[in-house]
Nanobody, 124 residues
Protein backbone atom coordinates (compact mmCIF):
# COMPACT_ATOMS: atom_id res chain seq x y z
CA UNK A 1 0.00 0.00 0.00
CA UNK A 2 1.33 3.40 -0.91
CA UNK A 3 -0.07 6.85 -0.44
CA UNK A 4 1.96 9.71 -1.80
CA UNK A 5 1.03 13.33 -1.35
CA UNK A 6 2.58 15.88 -3.64
CA UNK A 7 2.06 19.38 -4.92
CA UNK A 8 3.34 21.35 -1.96
CA UNK A 9 5.53 24.37 -2.25
CA UNK A 10 6.28 27.90 -1.17
CA UNK A 11 3.51 30.41 -1.81
CA UNK A 12 2.47 33.82 -0.57
CA UNK A 13 -0.48 34.59 1.64
CA UNK A 14 -3.64 34.73 -0.41
CA UNK A 15 -2.36 32.32 -3.05
CA UNK A 16 -3.84 28.96 -3.95
CA UNK A 17 -2.30 25.53 -4.09
CA UNK A 18 -3.62 22.12 -5.02
CA UNK A 19 -2.31 19.01 -3.36
CA UNK A 20 -2.76 15.56 -4.78
CA UNK A 21 -2.52 12.17 -3.17
CA UNK A 22 -2.04 9.09 -5.29
CA UNK A 23 -2.99 5.75 -3.80
CA UNK A 24 -1.96 2.28 -4.82
CA UNK A 25 -2.45 -1.14 -3.33
CA UNK A 26 -5.91 -0.47 -1.94
CA UNK A 27 -9.44 -0.63 -3.28
CA UNK A 28 -9.48 3.13 -3.33
CA UNK A 29 -13.19 3.68 -3.80
CA UNK A 30 -13.91 1.81 -0.57
CA UNK A 31 -11.77 4.10 1.59
CA UNK A 32 -12.58 7.31 3.40
CA UNK A 33 -9.75 9.64 2.41
CA UNK A 34 -8.52 12.31 4.74
CA UNK A 35 -6.05 15.15 4.87
CA UNK A 36 -4.08 16.10 7.95
CA UNK A 37 -1.29 18.55 8.58
CA UNK A 38 1.43 19.06 11.10
CA UNK A 39 3.21 22.33 11.72
CA UNK A 40 6.61 22.47 13.42
CA UNK A 41 6.25 22.03 17.15
CA UNK A 42 2.55 21.29 16.91
CA UNK A 43 0.44 18.19 16.98
CA UNK A 44 -1.00 16.71 13.86
CA UNK A 45 -4.25 18.42 12.90
CA UNK A 46 -7.25 17.22 10.98
CA UNK A 47 -7.92 19.18 7.79
CA UNK A 48 -10.78 17.34 6.15
CA UNK A 49 -12.05 14.12 4.68
CA UNK A 50 -14.17 12.83 1.86
CA UNK A 51 -16.40 9.81 1.97
CA UNK A 52 -16.29 6.86 -0.37
CA UNK A 53 -18.70 8.12 -2.97
CA UNK A 54 -17.33 11.67 -2.96
CA UNK A 55 -20.74 12.93 -2.03
CA UNK A 56 -19.89 14.16 1.44
CA UNK A 57 -17.00 16.04 2.94
CA UNK A 58 -16.06 17.20 6.40
CA UNK A 59 -13.70 20.08 7.12
CA UNK A 60 -11.96 21.52 10.12
CA UNK A 61 -13.30 24.91 11.09
CA UNK A 62 -9.90 26.46 10.42
CA UNK A 63 -10.10 25.66 6.70
CA UNK A 64 -13.83 25.65 6.05
CA UNK A 65 -14.69 27.86 3.11
CA UNK A 66 -11.09 28.00 1.89
CA UNK A 67 -10.18 24.35 1.29
CA UNK A 68 -12.00 21.83 -0.85
CA UNK A 69 -11.45 18.09 -1.02
CA UNK A 70 -12.30 16.08 -4.10
CA UNK A 71 -11.55 12.57 -5.24
CA UNK A 72 -11.36 10.70 -8.50
CA UNK A 73 -11.96 7.04 -7.86
CA UNK A 74 -11.05 6.15 -11.42
CA UNK A 75 -7.59 7.62 -10.88
CA UNK A 76 -7.18 6.47 -7.27
CA UNK A 77 -6.52 10.05 -6.31
CA UNK A 78 -7.70 12.58 -3.78
CA UNK A 79 -7.12 16.30 -4.01
CA UNK A 80 -6.94 19.21 -1.61
CA UNK A 81 -7.61 22.57 -3.20
CA UNK A 82 -6.38 25.30 -0.88
CA UNK A 83 -7.41 28.87 -1.54
CA UNK A 84 -6.67 32.10 0.28
CA UNK A 85 -3.75 30.50 2.04
CA UNK A 86 -2.56 31.98 5.30
CA UNK A 87 0.81 31.74 7.05
CA UNK A 88 -0.82 29.56 9.69
CA UNK A 89 -1.53 26.97 6.98
CA UNK A 90 2.20 26.28 6.83
CA UNK A 91 2.69 22.60 7.62
CA UNK A 92 3.50 19.22 6.23
CA UNK A 93 0.32 17.85 4.71
CA UNK A 94 -0.49 14.15 4.79
CA UNK A 95 -3.18 12.08 3.19
CA UNK A 96 -4.73 9.18 5.04
CA UNK A 97 -7.00 6.27 4.22
CA UNK A 98 -9.35 4.15 6.26
CA UNK A 99 -12.22 1.94 5.21
CA UNK A 100 -14.26 3.21 8.09
CA UNK A 101 -15.31 6.59 9.28
CA UNK A 102 -15.02 6.14 13.02
CA UNK A 103 -15.03 8.33 16.06
CA UNK A 104 -11.26 8.65 16.13
CA UNK A 105 -10.76 9.48 12.48
CA UNK A 106 -10.60 13.21 12.91
CA UNK A 107 -8.15 12.78 15.76
CA UNK A 108 -5.92 10.83 13.40
CA UNK A 109 -6.08 7.80 15.63
CA UNK A 110 -6.43 4.26 14.36
CA UNK A 111 -6.09 5.26 10.71
CA UNK A 112 -5.19 2.34 8.48
CA UNK A 113 -2.78 4.03 6.12
CA UNK A 114 -0.79 7.22 6.05
CA UNK A 115 0.99 8.77 3.15
CA UNK A 116 4.26 10.58 3.04
CA UNK A 117 3.75 14.27 3.47
CA UNK A 118 4.32 17.27 1.32
CA UNK A 119 5.51 20.60 2.67
CA UNK A 120 3.37 23.70 2.26
CA UNK A 121 4.92 26.99 3.26
CA UNK A 122 2.93 30.20 3.17
CA UNK A 123 4.85 33.43 3.50
CA UNK A 124 3.25 36.63 4.74
Amino acid sequence: VQLQAFGGGLVQAGDSLRLSCAASGIAFSTYVMGWFRQAPGKEREFVGLIYWNAGSTVYADSVKGRFTIARDNAKNAVYLQMNNLKPEDTAVYYCAADKRYHGDYERGVDIEYWGKGTQVTVSS
